[in-house]
């Protein structure tokens, strides 16, 4: 655990490249959050979200730019390197086991042992207290992941994730799929973690869930930067125009939540 070890303030991404062969996934892409901030990476298929946040998280190191925690710039070539920062991420699959219950996935490559065994009653406790902090709604910590809905399912995977005490939480389309109260209930999550003094990367192709709680909106549009919107300040419309060019808003000053 790295609760003793202050968290970052703020995480910087300057120039990020990236290229596959002849095609050019990221040009010269910026991206900034800060702690107790949600932040919203919107655009088209094909736009670089997936790329951005697998550079991020070291499944795909930057051909080129710099990655700065509170402007000390930082090295991530593999996934090892970002969990050492405390970045986690949460991918759409969830690479949850669904024969394990909650508390065993919660847990797993993790565990707490005890006089040569594994610590069931420290880890079912903490995993209580880790479900009441995220006001999550499990029946219990010993249920199955595979008789969970999508919505805790989800829930698992986050507060897996929160295990190794990260300061950046990436979720990755969290909302894809999922019926109206379960989509609630995650966008209810993303707001528990803003609360925690996380900093919260939320990739989604639905403009209504990032309005509803992202503080932030940052569209790319073929593999680059093209608005960094504040919610309170910017329309549906706006945005959907960024995402599909329409408006082309790269050389423009953004209007950035950076300053608040």
Same mark, same amino acid.
């Given at each position: 655990?790295?609760?003793?070890?202050?968290?970052?303030?703020?995480?910087?991404?300057?120039?990020?490249?990236?290229?596959?062969?002849?095609?050019?996934?990221?040009?010269?892409?910026?991206?900034?959050?800060? =702690?107790?901030?949600?932040?919203?990476?919107?655009?088209?298929?094909?736009?670089?979200?997936?790329?951005?946040?697998?550079?991020? =998280?070291?499944?795909?190191?930057?051909?080129?730019?710099?990655?700065?925690?509170?402007?000390?710039?930082?090295?991530?070539?593999?996934?090892?390197?970002?969990?050492?920062?405390?970045?986690?991420?949460?991918?759409?699959?969830?690479?949850?086991?669904?024969?394990?219950?909650?508390?065993?996935?919660?847990?797993?490559?993790?565990?707490?042992?005890?006089?040569?065994?594994?610590?069931?009653?420290?880890?079912?406790?903490?995993?209580?207290?880790?479900?009441?902090?995220?006001?999550?709604?499990?029946?219990?910590?010993?249920?199955?992941?595979?008789?969970?809905?999508?919505?805790?399912?989800?829930?698992? =995977?986050?507060?897996?994730?929160?295990?190794?005490?990260?300061?950046?939480?990436?979720?990755?389309?969290?909302?894809?799929?999922?019926?109206?109260?379960?989509?609630?209930?995650?966008?209810?999550?993303?707001?528990?973690?803003?609360?925690?003094?996380?900093?919260?990367?939320?990739?989604?192709?639905?403009?209504?869930?990032?309005?509803?709680?992202?503080?932030?909106?940052?569209?790319?549009?073929?593999?680059?930067?093209?608005?960094?919107?504040?919610?309170?300040?910017?329309?549906?419309?706006?945005?959907?125009?960024?995402?599909?060019?329409?408006?082309?808003?790269?050389?423009?000053?953004?209007?950035?939540?950076?300053?608040?």
């Amino acid at each position: 655990m790295r609760a003793e070890t202050p968290r970052p303030g703020k995480l910087s991404m300057r120039g990020i490249s990236k290229r596959f062969g002849a095609v050019r996934a990221l040009i010269d892409v910026d991206l900034d959050v800060r =702690a107790g901030e949600v932040v919203a990476i919107v655009g088209d298929n094909g736009a670089g979200k997936s790329t951005l946040i697998k550079v991020l =998280a070291g499944v795909h190191p930057a051909d080129s730019g710099t990655i700065l925690f509170d402007d000390a710039p930082v090295t991530i070539d593999d996934p090892t390197d970002a969990r050492d920062l405390g970045i986690a991420t949460v991918f759409q699959d969830l690479a949850l086991c669904d024969n394990l219950d909650v508390v065993s996935n919660l847990w797993l490559g993790r565990e707490l042992r005890k006089g040569g065994g594994l610590d069931e009653v420290e880890m079912e406790q903490r995993s209580w207290a880790l479900m009441r902090e995220l006001s999550a709604k499990i029946p219990s910590v010993r249920t199955p992941v595979a008789e969970l809905s999508g919505g805790q399912r989800q829930t698992v =995977a986050v507060a897996r994730s929160l295990i190794g005490d990260p300061s950046i939480v990436i979720l990755d389309e969290p909302t894809a799929a999922l019926g109206i109260s379960q989509t609630a209930e995650v966008l209810n999550l993303i707001e528990r973690l803003r609360e925690r003094g996380l900093g919260v990367i939320l990739i989604s192709h639905s403009i209504a869930d990032v309005q509803a709680v992202a503080d932030r909106i940052v569209v790319l549009r073929l593999g680059r930067n093209n608005g960094d919107f504040r919610v309170a300040d910017v329309s549906s419309e706006t945005i959907i125009a960024a995402i599909t060019g329409a408006t082309d808003v790269r050389r423009r000053p953004l209007r950035t939540g950076t300053d608040r």
